[in-house]
Protein backbone atom coordinates (compact mmCIF):
# COMPACT_ATOMS: atom_id res chain seq x y z
CA UNK A 1 0.00 0.00 0.00
CA UNK A 2 1.38 3.58 -0.47
CA UNK A 3 -0.98 5.46 1.83
CA UNK A 4 1.26 7.43 3.93
CA UNK A 5 4.34 7.48 2.12
CA UNK A 6 5.47 10.51 -0.16
CA UNK A 7 5.35 10.18 -3.58
CA UNK A 8 8.37 9.46 -5.38
CA UNK A 9 9.66 12.34 -7.60
CA UNK A 10 10.86 11.32 -11.03
CA UNK A 11 13.99 10.59 -12.25
CA UNK A 12 15.64 14.06 -13.89
CA UNK A 13 18.39 13.57 -16.54
CA UNK A 14 21.42 15.08 -14.42
CA UNK A 15 22.06 17.66 -17.30
CA UNK A 16 18.75 18.98 -18.13
CA UNK A 17 18.91 22.58 -18.51
CA UNK A 18 22.49 22.77 -18.52
CA UNK A 19 22.82 23.61 -22.12
CA UNK A 20 25.57 21.54 -22.45
CA UNK A 21 28.12 23.14 -19.93
CA UNK A 22 28.76 20.32 -16.97
CA UNK A 23 30.25 20.66 -13.78
CA UNK A 24 32.93 18.76 -12.59
CA UNK A 25 33.54 17.41 -9.17
CA UNK A 26 37.29 16.25 -8.87
CA UNK A 27 40.54 17.39 -10.55
CA UNK A 28 40.84 16.32 -14.77
CA UNK A 29 43.07 17.72 -16.94
CA UNK A 30 40.69 18.45 -19.72
CA UNK A 31 41.51 21.41 -22.08
CA UNK A 32 37.63 22.45 -23.02
CA UNK A 33 37.26 24.04 -19.64
CA UNK A 34 35.76 27.77 -20.33
CA UNK A 35 37.41 30.64 -18.51
CA UNK A 36 35.17 32.60 -16.90
CA UNK A 37 32.96 33.02 -19.98
CA UNK A 38 31.11 30.41 -21.97
CA UNK A 39 32.95 31.93 -25.01
CA UNK A 40 36.65 31.43 -23.38
CA UNK A 41 37.32 28.35 -24.37
CA UNK A 42 40.73 26.98 -25.29
CA UNK A 43 40.72 25.10 -28.52
CA UNK A 44 44.58 24.22 -28.11
CA UNK A 45 47.43 23.44 -26.07
CA UNK A 46 48.91 26.77 -27.42
CA UNK A 47 45.12 28.52 -26.40
CA UNK A 48 45.18 26.75 -22.90
CA UNK A 49 49.05 27.24 -22.11
CA UNK A 50 47.70 31.11 -22.60
CA UNK A 51 44.61 30.57 -20.65
CA UNK A 52 47.45 29.28 -17.97
CA UNK A 53 49.29 32.65 -18.23
CA UNK A 54 46.26 34.68 -17.95
CA UNK A 55 45.34 32.97 -14.43
CA UNK A 56 48.91 33.44 -13.14
CA UNK A 57 48.80 36.79 -14.14
CA UNK A 58 45.37 37.46 -12.77
CA UNK A 59 47.03 35.73 -8.92
CA UNK A 60 50.27 38.45 -9.59
CA UNK A 61 47.85 40.98 -9.89
CA UNK A 62 45.93 40.28 -6.81
CA UNK A 63 49.14 40.16 -5.13
CA UNK A 64 49.77 43.67 -6.63
CA UNK A 65 46.63 44.90 -5.23
CA UNK A 66 47.36 44.00 -1.89
CA UNK A 67 50.55 45.77 -2.02
CA UNK A 68 48.78 48.94 -3.27
CA UNK A 69 45.96 48.97 -0.92
CA UNK A 70 48.67 48.36 1.95
CA UNK A 71 50.72 51.11 0.97
CA UNK A 72 47.86 53.61 0.24
CA UNK A 73 46.66 52.62 4.37
CA UNK A 74 50.46 52.83 5.67
CA UNK A 75 50.67 55.80 7.63
CA UNK A 76 53.43 58.71 6.26
CA UNK A 77 57.23 57.70 8.10
CA UNK A 78 56.61 61.11 10.16
CA UNK A 79 53.50 59.77 11.83
CA UNK A 80 54.16 57.01 13.00
CA UNK A 81 53.57 57.06 16.81
CA UNK A 82 51.92 60.32 16.59
CA UNK A 83 48.33 61.08 17.41
CA UNK A 84 46.18 63.22 14.98
CA UNK A 85 46.52 66.84 15.20
CA UNK A 86 42.41 67.26 14.80
CA UNK A 87 40.01 65.41 16.57
CA UNK A 88 38.38 63.08 14.83
CA UNK A 89 34.87 64.36 14.37
CA UNK A 90 36.37 67.38 12.78
CA UNK A 91 38.41 66.11 10.20
CA UNK A 92 36.92 66.31 6.53
CA UNK A 93 35.57 63.68 5.18
CA UNK A 94 38.45 61.96 3.29
CA UNK A 95 36.84 61.20 -0.17
CA UNK A 96 39.61 61.03 -2.33
CA UNK A 97 41.31 58.48 -0.02
CA UNK A 98 37.91 56.62 0.13
CA UNK A 99 37.62 56.05 -3.36
CA UNK A 100 40.86 54.97 -4.45
CA UNK A 101 40.72 52.43 -1.33
CA UNK A 102 37.23 51.70 -2.82
CA UNK A 103 38.50 51.52 -6.43
CA UNK A 104 41.49 49.36 -5.14
CA UNK A 105 38.90 46.97 -3.11
CA UNK A 106 36.97 46.69 -6.47
CA UNK A 107 39.90 45.27 -8.20
CA UNK A 108 40.94 42.58 -6.12
CA UNK A 109 37.83 41.51 -5.17
CA UNK A 110 36.67 41.31 -9.04
CA UNK A 111 40.46 38.91 -9.44
CA UNK A 112 40.00 37.02 -6.33
CA UNK A 113 36.73 35.94 -7.12
CA UNK A 114 37.68 35.45 -10.97
CA UNK A 115 40.50 33.34 -9.64
CA UNK A 116 37.77 31.29 -7.36
CA UNK A 117 34.87 30.59 -10.41
CA UNK A 118 38.64 29.68 -12.22
CA UNK A 119 39.72 27.36 -9.63
CA UNK A 120 36.09 25.51 -9.23
CA UNK A 121 36.34 24.36 -12.68
CA UNK A 122 38.51 21.75 -11.08
CA UNK A 123 40.87 22.17 -13.73
CA UNK A 124 44.49 20.75 -12.57
CA UNK A 125 46.32 23.01 -14.70
CA UNK A 126 44.23 26.24 -13.68
CA UNK A 127 44.41 25.39 -10.30
CA UNK A 128 48.27 24.89 -10.22
CA UNK A 129 48.36 27.98 -12.41
CA UNK A 130 46.60 29.87 -9.52
CA UNK A 131 48.25 28.15 -6.68
CA UNK A 132 51.60 29.28 -8.54
CA UNK A 133 50.68 32.43 -9.38
CA UNK A 134 50.26 33.07 -6.01
CA UNK A 135 53.00 31.42 -4.99
CA UNK A 136 55.24 32.84 -7.34
CA UNK A 137 53.61 36.80 -6.31
CA UNK A 138 54.47 36.49 -2.26
CA UNK A 139 57.93 35.55 -3.07
CA UNK A 140 58.21 38.47 -5.39
CA UNK A 141 56.27 40.84 -3.10
CA UNK A 142 55.65 39.60 0.50
CA UNK A 143 58.23 41.81 1.84
CA UNK A 144 56.39 44.73 0.88
CA UNK A 145 53.38 43.09 3.11
CA UNK A 146 55.23 42.70 6.01
CA UNK A 147 54.35 44.96 9.21
CA UNK A 148 51.18 46.60 6.73
CA UNK A 149 48.90 44.57 8.24
CA UNK A 150 48.39 42.13 5.58
CA UNK A 151 51.64 39.91 5.42
CA UNK A 152 50.56 36.27 4.39
CA UNK A 153 51.11 33.50 6.87
CA UNK A 154 52.54 36.33 9.33
CA UNK A 155 51.53 34.13 12.24
CA UNK A 156 52.73 31.32 10.65
CA UNK A 157 55.50 28.90 12.23
CA UNK A 158 57.78 29.63 9.08
CA UNK A 159 57.11 33.59 9.07
CA UNK A 160 60.44 35.01 9.46
Known sequence: STAGRAPS?????????MHSMSMQDSFHGSHDDPVLFRRMVPKSNAAYALACALVVALAVAATALRVARATLDAPPADAVGKQALLPV??????????????????????????????????????????????????????HLLRGRGEAPYENACCAV
Open 9 to 17: LPAMDAHAG
Open 89 to 142: QSQPFPWRANASRALLAALLATCELSLMLIVMTYNGGFFAAAVGGHAASVLAMG
